[in-house]
C-alpha cells in the first residue's frame, strides 16, 4: 500500500511563516465530505484514511478551490491549461509582506494598503487573498486574455471589486502604462476614500468621531464627486509622495521551453516534483528567466521611485547572491538615533510626512 503523500512536504514546512495555517496539512476527509468536486479524485485505503493523486492537474486544482473555498470563503475557478497556485507558498508571500510593512513602521490597522500584482494569472491568487485575509487593495494586470476574463470573473463573484482593480497590458509591460494612467488613479483614490469610510463606520461609537464627508448609501455603496478626488489628490501629493505601499510578482522561473520540462533535471539538483506541473507556457517561460524578468521589474521601477514604497519579488536561483543580513548582534554594537514622533503633529502618520517634517526642522535649524 503505497503511503499517503502529505500536503506539505517536511523540508517546505520548516520555511513555513509562523501564522501561516497550513503548516498543519488540511483535513483531506473534511474536505472530501464537504466539497463533491474533491471527493471525485480522492481514494480511500482500507483504514478510511483519504489520499490524493498529486500527480493529477485536475486533483491539484480541485484541492486548491476547495481550501479557498474552506478557509477563505472564495469561489474560485481556474482554467484546465493555466497555473494553479500552490496555496501555502502564496499565503507565505503576503504574510512575508505583511511583516514588512509593520516592521517599517508604516502600517497598522487603520492603514490603507495599496498594491500591484504583476501578472495576476487566471486564479488571481494574491489579489483575492490579500482583500479577503488582510483587507488590502490591488492593482493587478495580466497580459494573456484568457486569464484575464478567469480572473475578472473570480474578482466578480467574490464581490470584491471595490478592493480589486484589473488592467489588461501587453507583455512586455509591467509598469508603463500602469502607474499614472487616469482610470487607475481614479480608482485607487476611490478605494483610498472608501477604505476611510469604512473605518469611520466602524469608529461611530467613538464620540470624538466626526461626520465624514461621505455617506454610504441604502445599496452599502459610496459614491464621490469629482471635488473630492481632486482633493484627495491634492492631500496625497502634500503629505506623502508614495501612492503604492508595495509591488509584488510571481516571475516565470524559466527562460527557455526546455528548462520546463523538470523530470530531465539531475535529481541530484532538484528531484522529481510532489506535484503535477500546470499552467501555460506564457506563465512558465520568458525571455532571459525569473532572474532577467525581476531584473527588468527593478529597472523600470526606477521611473516611478517616488510612487512605489517596496518592491517586493523571490528567487531561488542559487547563482544570484544577495547581501546578507546584519544579525541583531552585529546591529547592537552601533545603536541608532531613535526620535518619537506623535501622531498629534502629523496629518498622515507615515514614513515620508515624519521625514518631510524632519527635513523641515533641520533647514529651519540651518543644519542642512
Given at each position: 500500500m503505497a503511503?499517503?503523500?502529505?500536503?506539505v512536504?517536511s523540508?517546505l514546512?520548516?520555511f513555513m511563516?509562523?501564522?501561516?495555517?497550513?503548516r498543519?496539512?488540511p483535513?483531506?476527509?473534511?474536505?472530501?465530505m464537504?466539497?463533491?468536486?474533491?471527493r471525485?479524485y480522492?481514494?480511500?485505503?482500507?483504514?478510511?484514511?483519504?489520499?490524493?493523486?498529486?500527480?493529477?492537474?485536475?486533483?491539484v486544482?480541485?484541492?486548491?478551490?476547495?481550501l479557498?473555498?474552506?478557509?477563505?470563503?472564495?469561489?474560485v475557478?481556474?482554467?484546465d491549461d493555466?497555473l494553479?497556485p500552490?496555496l501555502?507558498?502564496?499565503?507565505n508571500y503576503l504574510?512575508?509582506?505583511?511583516?514588512?510593512?509593520?516592521?517599517?513602521a508604516?502600517?497598522?490597522?487603520?492603514?490603507?494598503?495599496?498594491?500591484i500584482?504583476i501578472g495576476?494569472?487566471?486564479a488571481c491568487?494574491?489579489p483575492?487573498?490579500g482583500?479577503?485575509r488582510?483587507?488590502?487593495?490591488?492593482?493587478?494586470?495580466?497580459?494573456?486574455?484568457?486569464?484575464?476574463?478567469?480572473?475578472?470573473t473570480?474578482?466578480?463573484?467574490?464581490?470584491?471589486q471595490?478592493k480589486?482593480?484589473l488592467k489588461k497590458?501587453?507583455s512586455?509591460i509591467?509598469?508603463?502604462?500602469?502607474?499614472?494612467e487616469?482610470?487607475?488613479?481614479?480608482w485607487?483614490?476611490?478605494?483610498k476614500?472608501?477604505s476611510?469610510?469604512?473605518?469611520a463606520?466602524c469608529?461611530k461609537?467613538?464620540?470624538?468621531?466626526?461626520?465624514?464627508?461621505s455617506?454610504?448609501?441604502?445599496q452599502n455603496?459610496v459614491?464621490f464627486?469629482?471635488?473630492?478626488?481632486k482633493?484627495?489628490i491634492k492631500?496625497?501629493?502634500?503629505?506623502?509622495?508614495?501612492?503604492?505601499d508595495?509591488t509584488?510578482?510571481?516571475?516565470?522561473f524559466?527562460?527557455c521551453?526546455e528548462?520546463?520540462?523538470t523530470m530531465?533535471k539531475?535529481k541530484?539538483d532538484?528531484?522529481?516534483?510532489?506535484?503535477?506541473p500546470?499552467?501555460a507556457?506564457h506563465e512558465?517561460v520568458t525571455e532571459g528567466?525569473?532572474i532577467?524578468?525581476?531584473t527588468k521589474?527593478i529597472?523600470?521601477?526606477q521611473?516611478?521611485?517616488?510612487?512605489?514604497r517596496?518592491?517586493?519579488?523571490?528567487?531561488?536561483?542559487?547563482?544570484?547572491?544577495?547581501?546578507?543580513?546584519?544579525s541583531k548582534k552585529?546591529?547592537?554594537?552601533n545603536?541608532?538615533?531613535i526620535?518619537?514622533m506623535p501622531?498629534?503633529?502629523?496629518?498622515?502618520y507615515?514614513?515620508?510626512?515624519?521625514?518631510?517634517?524632519i527635513?523641515?526642522w533641520l533647514?529651519?535649524?540651518?543644519v542642512?
Open positions: 503511503p499517503e503523500k502529505k500536503f512536504s523540508k514546512n520548516k511563516h509562523p501564522r501561516n495555517p497550513y498543519t496539512p483535513s483531506f476527509k473534511k474536505l472530501s464537504k466539497f463533491p468536486e474533491f471525485a480522492c481514494t480511500y485505503d482500507v483504514s478510511g484514511k483519504v489520499h490524493l493523486d498529486f500527480k493529477n492537474p485536475r486533483a486544482r480541485a484541492l486548491t478551490t476547495s479557498l473555498d474552506q478557509d477563505f470563503d472564495l469561489k475557478s481556474i482554467p493555466r494553479v500552490t501555502p507558498l502564496r499565503l504574510l512575508w509582506i505583511e511583516d514588512l510593512l509593520t516592521h517599517a508604516h502600517y497598522d490597522s487603520e492603514h490603507f494598503v495599496l498594491a500584482d495576476v494569472g487566471a491568487v494574491y483575492l487573498l482583500a479577503k488582510f483587507g488590502w487593495c490591488f492593482v493587478g494586470t495580466e497580459s494573456d486574455q484568457l486569464s484575464f476574463t478567469s480572473a475578472h473570480n474578482v466578480q463573484n467574490n464581490n470584491l471595490d480589486i482593480f497590458v501587453e512586455n509591467i509598469f508603463k502604462d500602469v502607474i499614472g487616469e482610470k487607475v488613479k481614479s485607487t483614490l476611490e478605494c476614500l472608501r476611510k469610510v469604512d473605518i463606520e469608529s461609537k467613538c464620540a470624538e468621531c466626526e461626520p465624514q464627508a455617506q454610504l448609501n441604502p455603496e459614491n464627486d469629482e471635488g473630492q478626488v482633493a484627495e492631500k496625497t501629493e502634500e503629505c506623502s509622495t508614495y501612492l503604492y508595495f509584488m510578482c510571481n516571475p516565470p524559466f527562460s521551453e528548462e520546463t520540462d530531465k539531475s541530484k532538484r528531484g522529481e516534483p510532489l506535484s503535477a500546470t499552467g507556457i512558465k528567466g525569473e532577467s524578468f525581476i521589474m529597472e523600470e521601477s521611473l516611478f521611485k517616488d510612487k512605489i517596496w518592491g517586493v519579488a523571490w528567487t531561488f536561483d542559487p547563482s544570484l547572491k544577495l547581501n546578507q543580513v546584519k552585529d546591529m547592537a554594537t545603536k541608532p538615533l526620535l518619537m501622531r498629534s503633529l502629523m496629518s498622515v507615515s514614513v515620508p510626512s515624519a521625514w518631510n517634517m527635513n523641515k533647514h529651519h535649524l540651518k542642512i
